[in-house]
């Protein structure tokens, strides 16, 4: 069974750094591509960062040059750097496995991403 589990999540203020990690198991991680999602309240899950088994990487417009995504594949372990942090940044993150794709990204959408972690809260004050 598929499990994802985020930690690293607090609060920081405005320019601060924080890094999220998302901790797997129950699968060959390094065959998967690997996202991480956020959502502030009242707004749509959104696409941050992704990952694919061949280390490529893409990033949402609002956090590129700031997040940096990456992975230990030894240690099943995605990682989310942030720096730069904003006020907007303020959500809860979630990271996001798709099995469905031979372990390459081709979109943020969530629902094509069948597992699921169960978030960590992020809180940027200015």
């Known amino acids: 069974q598929v499990q994802l589990v985020e930690s690293g999540g607090g609060s920081v203020q405005a320019g601060g750094s924080l890094r999220l990690s998302c901790a797997a198991s129950g699968y060959t991680y390094s065959r998967y591509c690997m996202g991480w999602f956020r959502q502030a309240p009242g707004k749509e899950r959104e696409g941050v960062a992704r990952i694919d088994k061949d280390v490529t990487t893409r990033y949402a417009d609002s956090v590129k040059g700031r997040f940096t995504i990456s992975k230990d594949n030894p240690k099943n372990t995605l990682y989310l750097q942030m720096n730069s942090l904003k006020p907007e940044d303020t959500a809860m993150y979630y990271c996001?496995?798709?099995?469905?794709?031979?372990?390459?990204?081709?979109?943020?959408?969530?629902?094509?991403?069948?597992?699921w972690g169960q978030g960590t809260q992020v809180t940027v004050s200015s």
């Open positions: 996001a496995a798709d099995a469905s794709r031979g372990g390459y990204c081709y979109t943020f959408l969530p629902r094509t991403f069948g597992y």
